[in-house]
């Protein structure tokens, strides 16, 4: 029965510059297998190309195809909201990047809305000019909001602190299209061309990849190699389908990938067994 995966990298596939022991074998079985999946980031720093490359250095070897970011995401449903639009943006080259290839002019003066993701070159003039052309009537758009991003070098903001800046200085709520946002979610969905209950989601983080997937009707998987510990699960209303040490154990002796097949009703796209499913495979 069809499956594929999404699946997110920081603290699941490596951590900093570290690759997480059995990701690779993890990788290397969907791809004997045949199984659809795609590595999500709400990293908008790097083009496509760039997280493929560094993947494929750390000894993952992916195509472009296999990647999706939030960069991506935000271009394109920009795209469908105003086509040939114009955007400020505090931003990289991979923001820089995406939009340009979705028909996006880059702008300082006039701008349709002013697009903010990571930024390791932010000045307050930018923040000013931001926080201008937002009270001139340009839309905000966060790529994602997350606070802050880890680093090799410890933890630095994030772009949803500079969301939270502008949001405060303008009194204007920004529009999100990064995980856990359902524009992003699906557009990785519909990307690997599979249905919402032939979709699986891992990921380290409570607040984007499992809440991104339980909203959307994926199964989940938590996996704790990066910053979530079982302990804190405690703290949160929903919770993951399922919860391993690692990826490494999706293809260890037992087989564990096996257990993720489908057993949602193929007619539609409902997933009606979570509950059962979650039962079962828990263990």
Sequence with gaps: MKKGFLIDMDGVIYRGSQLIPGAERFIQELKLRNIPFMFLTNNS?????????KLFRMGIPVEE????????????????????GTAYVIGEGGLL?????????????SPDYVVVGEGRTLSTEMLDTAVQLILD??????????????????????????????????????????KPSPVMMRAARKELG?????????????????LG?????????????????EAD?????????????SV???????????????TMNRDDDTPLDLAEWARVHSG
């Design 45 to 53: 720093q790097r083009t496509r190309r760039d997280v493929a490359t």
């Design 194 to 210: 599979l249905m919402t209950s032939e979709t699986i989601m891992i990921g380290d983080t409570m607040e984007t990849d499992i």
């Design 248 to 262: 490494a154990d999706l293809c260890g002796p037992d087989q564990r990938l096996d257990d993720l097949v489908p």
């Design 137 to 178: 009537g340009a839309k905000l758009i966060a790529t994602n909001l997350d606070p802050n991003c880890p680093t090799d070098r410890g933890t630095r903001s994030g772009c949803g602190a500079m969301v939270a800046f502008l949001e405060t200085a303008t009194g204007t709520k920004a529009f999100s299209v990064g």
């Design 213 to 229: 997937g339980v909203q959307m009707g994926y199964r989940t998987v938590l996996v704790l190699s990066g910053g979530t510990q």
């Design 97 to 109: 990047n995406a939009l340009h290839t979705n028909g996006y002019s880059i702008v300082d003066k």
């Design 65 to 84: 195809k296999h990647v999706f970011t939030c960069a991506m995401a935000t271009a394109r449903f920009l795209s469908t909201q105003k086509p040939d």
């Design 233 to 245: 699960l405690a703290n949160y209303a929903f919770r993951p389908d399922m919860v391993l040490d």
